[in-house]
Antibody
Framework: QVQLVQSGAEVKKPGASVKVSCKASGYTFTGYYIQWVRQAPGQGLEWMGR????????KYAPKFQGRVTMTRDTSISTAYMELSTLRSDDTAIYYCARSEGGVVVFLDSWGQGTLVTVSS | DIQMTQSPSSLSASVGDRVTITCQAS??????LSWYQQKPGKAPNLLIYDASNLQTGVPSRFSGSGSETDFTFTISSLQPEDIATYYC?????????FGQGTKLEIK
């Protein structure tokens, strides 16, 4: 079955960076996109961007452009999301999710989420 | 960015009730809209895609309709396990934006 397993919780200081991993199994990693969504405590969902594992092509939400980098390692079916220059309002649960490509980009499988806490 | 206005923000209903949530896009998104259910402490779960298509394994009491700018999500007969927050998301154009969510409670 399709599974996306994310790395564990992180605590970071303001100004630091965090890198969250998302390991895929149960399907062909390069056949689907990986998208990243975050959720601040008690708040709604916020789309951050997506990576195409087969090519490495990325698209980021303007809000995160310049601070976020999405990469992948196809040899281990793992996608990564790195967010730099962390602020307290980056405290959130970060989710990876799978979608097909083209116009078929709804999110049909999700990781369990990774809590990132930014605190001095 | 395309703004997604979801209403109501919260809703209280009884078991067996018909429940409706609306989502309005700030511009034409064709039918590129999905609905997700999120239970407390869990990741979201896809229910509806392309405005009206039921995801595999999702109970038939859930349905969606609409196109262009106006969309509706319906639970035909509310069950206790449907208590959750529901989100719409457009994927017509970047960035893919979500509605602010509707928290559904049992009366």
């Amino acid at each position: 079955q399709v599974q996306l397993v994310q790395s564990g919780a992180e605590v970071k200081k303001p100004g630091a960076s965090v890198k969250v991993s998302c390991k895929a199994s149960g399907y062909t990693f390069t056949g689907y996109y990986i998208q990243w969504v975050r959720q601040a405590p008690g708040q709604g969902l916020e789309w951050m961007g997506r990576i195409i594992p087969s090519s490495g092509g990325t698209k980021y939400a303007p809000k995160f452009q310049g601070r976020v980098t999405m990469t992948r390692d196809t040899s281990i079916s793992t996608a990564y999301m790195e967010l730099s220059t962390l602020r307290s309002d980056d405290t959130a649960i970060y989710y990876c999710a799978r979608s097909e490509g083209g116009v078929v980009v709804f999110l049909d499988s999700w990781g369990q989420g990774t809590l990132v806490t930014v605190s001095s | 960015d395309i703004q997604m206005t979801q209403s109501p923000s919260s809703l209280s209903a009884s078991v067996g009730d018909r429940v409706t949530i609306t989502c309005q896009a700030s511009q034409d998104i064709s039918r590129y809209l999905s609905w997700y259910q999120q239970k407390p402490g869990k990741a979201p779960n896809l229910l509806i895609y392309d405005a009206s298509n039921l995801q595999t394994g999702v109970p038939s009491r859930f349905s969606g309709s609409g196109s262009e700018t106006d969309f509706t999500f319906t639970i035909s007969s509310l069950q206790p396990e449907d208590i959750a927050t529901y989100y719409c998301q457009q994927y017509d154009d970047f960035p893919y934006t979500f509605g602010q969510g509707t928290k559904l409670e049992i009366k």
